[in-house]
């Protein structure tokens, strides 16, 4: 199992990014399967920003993005996107991707990053004027 971020980079404040995560090893389409995003700033704990459980149908943002980022999943690509808007510098963060194959760490009211067994290596966002 592997999974690939990409998509982030240095936008200034009010812009919108992309981020995707490329997944291998195992098929998206599976319906057990829980995908997450997290992030963590500099000297700031891991935070879960965004999930989702095919199966459970639960699809959670947290409250620090709710409105503004938006997880989906490209089944047939086999790819899961985070699409961020009106980014603000406090989203500066490495952003991570992430899956549990037992379709736990994905819950109505919070993601949590220690039931999933599978991450990403990172990718940068810096919001900066």
């Known amino acids: 199992v592997q999974l690939v971020e990409s998509g982030g980079g240095l936008v200034q404040p009010g812009e919108s990014l992309r981020l995707s995560c490329a997944a291998s090893?195992?098929?998206?389409?599976?319906?057990?399967?829980?995908i997450g995003w997290f992030r963590q700033a500099p000297g700031k704990k891991r935070e879960g920003i965004a999930c989702?459980?095919?199966?459970?149908?639960?699809?959670w943002h947290a409250d620090s993005v709710k409105g503004r980022f938006t997880i989906s999943r490209d089944n047939a690509k086999n790819v899961v996107y985070l699409r961020m808007d009106s980014l603000r510098p406090e989203d500066t963060a490495v952003y991570y991707c992430?899956?549990?194959?037992?379709?736990?760490?994905?819950?109505?009211?919070?993601?949590?990053?220690?039931?999933?067994?599978?991450w990403g290596q990172g990718t940068q966002v810096t919001v900066s004027s």
């Open positions: 992430a899956t549990s194959d037992s379709g736990y760490g994905c819950y109505e009211h919070t993601s949590r990053s220690d039931e999933y067994d599978y």
């Open positions: 090893g195992f098929s998206l389409d599976l319906d057990y399967y829980a």
């Open positions: 989702n459980n095919k199966m459970s149908k639960i699809t």
